[in-house]
């Protein structure tokens, strides 16, 4: 549940927060483009559509089976990166509301024990760094968005599939998700080389397509934090 209104400090003004406090129970986090490369060093990069709108999304998965985060445990984060969209909880950008931003009165980041807001009736030092970041985060978001556009044009996105078996027996899927063909990839014309060449998305595109080898880091990270361990698991991409 959420309640997301404009920041008000009349109806805010008391209000505290704790940073990065909502990350228990989340499966993934949209990435910006100046993220891909140190993301990648933690989680598989993958593409998944809007319903809404048909377009791709990048972003980094935390979870496989379970509805939680496998890279949150004892109420903090455990990876050597952080997506910086996962860190702005619970607020987003609005220009109705003060120093930009809306809140969701109903998420767990707010606490008595937190940052203050408001210090005397006026933004915080805390909030307003935290309109810069947003700012700078949607902005990052728009330009990986961008680079995905370019790969769907392309013909670049294709379904992925991960397929797993637990110790006993039993089968899971996880779908719904993209990536980039790699057959798709060497098949690219000369102009489509160039093209994304010059955007720098070429090595973008490889990065995104190698990071599926993290996937194996979440089966570790599951057995590890599951009573049911994945025994089996199988990853294809239909080219």
């Given at each position: 549940m959420s309640r997301v209104v404009a920041l008000n400090a009349a109806r805010h003004g008391s209000l505290r927060v704790q940073p990065q406090a909502d990350g228990a129970g989340r499966r993934f986090a949209l990435l910006g483009l100046s993220e891909l490369a140190v993301a990648a060093a933690d989680f598989p990069l993958c593409?998944?559509?809007?319903?809404?709108?048909?377009?791709?999304?990048?972003?980094?998965?935390?979870?496989?089976?379970?509805?939680?985060n496998l890279f949150w445990h004892e109420g903090g984060w455990r990876a050597t990166y952080l997506p910086r969209s996962a860190a702005t909880a619970p607020f987003l950008l609005d220009p109705a509301g003060d120093c930009g931003l809306a809140i969701d009165e109903q998420s767990i980041a707010i606490a008595p024990a937190g940052v203050a807001l408001f210090e005397e009736?006026?933004?915080?030092?805390?909030?307003?760094d935290t309109q810069r970041l947003l700012a700078e985060i949607v902005d990052d978001i728009a330009r990986a968005q961008a680079m995905v556009d370019s790969f769907a044009r392309h013909r670049l996105v294709r379904p992925l599939t991960l397929l797993f078996r637990d110790e006993d027996g039993r089968e899971h899927e996880?779908?719904?998700?993209?990536?980039?063909?790699?057959?798709?990839?060497?098949?690219?014309?000369?102009?489509?080389?160039?093209e994304l060449h010059r955007a720098d998305w070429l090595g973008a595109a490889a990065i995104i397509a190698a990071s599926l080898a993290q996937v194996e880091r979440l089966r570790q990270?599951?057995?590890?934090?599951?009573?049911?361990?994945?025994?089996?698991?199988?990853?294809?991409?239909?080219?």
């Open positions: 593409l998944a559509k809007e319903a809404e709108t048909g377009r791709f999304n990048l972003i980094a998965l935390f979870s496989l089976t379970e509805p939680r009736g006026a933004p915080s030092e805390y909030l307003v996880l779908a719904g998700l993209y990536t980039i063909g790699s057959e798709a990839l060497r098949a690219l014309d000369e102009r489509a080389v160039l990270l599951h057995n590890a934090t599951s009573g049911r361990a994945i025994a089996n698991l199988a990853l294809s991409v239909e080219e």
